[in-house]
């Protein structure tokens, strides 16, 4: 009797899981490599992330950007509040959202674009070299992730490298760790930088 409760129990957790998830997988970039070359050239980010779940239909987007100096959160911003008008509802179970990130001339520049909107343009001054920042997502090595629709998800950094005691520095390392977003900058040593968070509404 016991071993079937805990069976039950699991099934229940697991299909609640499920049912509080939506799987995100990424695009980075253009497929057109002299496009690339450019854009690489000029500091731009282009990535569009897909999501796809049976309870995205009828959500909305909220995406803020979040801002941490010396470890500390300093600054939350509104990118993009969907909730605001039942028109940025979802109308199906697949959507996209791309972002655009300039890094040049001591600012953070994002825009945002989803099928039915397209956000305003948003600027954030950098406390270093804009060529010392880099973009990075959390999927990792991974194909695609899943993440919850009733918590925030961390989708977006933008940072500095960690640096190495032989001078030598690391971007990959700090966003494919398993330590906290708004811990990034206390354990890796990064005295700026930015996180972009989802919530669905």
Do not use: W
């Not at 909220?62 to 993009?80: A, P």
């Not at 990130?101 to 039915?116: A, E, P, T, V």
């Not at 005691?165 to 690391?170: I, L, Q, V």
């Amino acid at each position: 009797m016991k071993v079937k409760l805990i069976t039950a129990f699991a099934f229940l957790a697991n299909f609640t899981f499920a049912q509080n998830t939506i799987k995100m997988t990424s695009n980075y970039g253009s497929k057109d490599s002299e496009i690339q070359t450019l854009i690489d050239f000029e500091n731009i980010y282009i990535e569009q992330l897909n999501f796809e779940g049976a309870n995205l239909k009828g959500k909305s987007y909220q995406i803020r950007l979040e801002e941490y100096v010396n470890g500390k959160l300093t600054k939350s911003s509104m990118l993009f509040d969907g909730s605001e008008s039942d028109y940025f509802k979802i109308a199906s179970e697949k959507d996209s959202l791309k972002f655009f990130f300039k890094l040049s001339d001591g600012r953070l520049k994002i825009f945002l674009c989803g099928n039915k909107f397209r956000s305003k343009k948003s600027y954030f001054k950098l406390a270093d070299d804009a060529d010392k920042y880099a973009l990075k997502n959390f999927l990792g090595n991974k194909n695609e992730i899943q993440i919850e629709t009733d918590k925030k998800n961390f989708i977006f950094a933008i940072i500095t490298p960690t640096i190495h005691k032989d001078g030598s520095g690391s971007y990959c390392e700090v966003a494919q760790s398993d330590e906290k977003p708004e811990n990034l900058g206390m354990k890796f040593k990064i005295p700026h930088y930015f996180l972009i968070t989802l919530i669905f509404k």
